[in-house]
């Protein structure tokens, strides 16, 4: 069983940056499509950024796209990570990597994604 574990999350202020990594247990970021996902209080589990093989373009949500980045560590298929600058109050929640087939590439659902991490949570104070 291959586990998804996040860290980087924090206490940070409105306009600040933080970096989230996910590290997987085993090599599976090789032949799944990495992506975050995240969950505020109260509300559904919402799509971030998913990044597909190699030199493929990155998917967005709108509310992130021009200040997060998803990048993977391709020398070391086990890391994936996400940028993100200027955050903003409404973005505080607990972040989740997740893992999901080449063949589920575009989805932005969080039921097609089969692999998750236990979260770390970001708070982001105004």
């Known amino acids: 069983q291959v586990h998804l574990v996040e860290s980087g999350g924090g206490f940070v202020q409105a306009g600040d940056s933080v970096r989230l990594s996910c590290v997987a247990s085993g090599r599976i970021f090789s032949d799944t499509l990495p992506a975050w996902f995240r969950q505020a209080p109260g509300k559904e589990r919402e799509f971030v950024a998913v990044i597909g093989w190699r030199d493929a373009t990155p998917l967005y949500a709108d509310s992130v796209k021009g200040r997060f980045t998803i990048s993977r560590d391709d020398a070391n298929d086990t890391v994936v990570y996400l940028q993100m600058n200027n955050l903003k109050p409404t973005e505080t929640a607990r972040y989740y990597c997740?893992?999901?087939?080449?063949?589920?590439?575009?989805?932005?659902?969080?039921?097609?994604?089969?692999?998750w991490g236990q979260g770390t949570r970001v708070t982001v104070s105004s």
């Open positions: 997740a893992a999901t087939s080449f063949s589920k590439f575009g989805s932005t659902s969080a039921r097609d994604f089969g692999r």
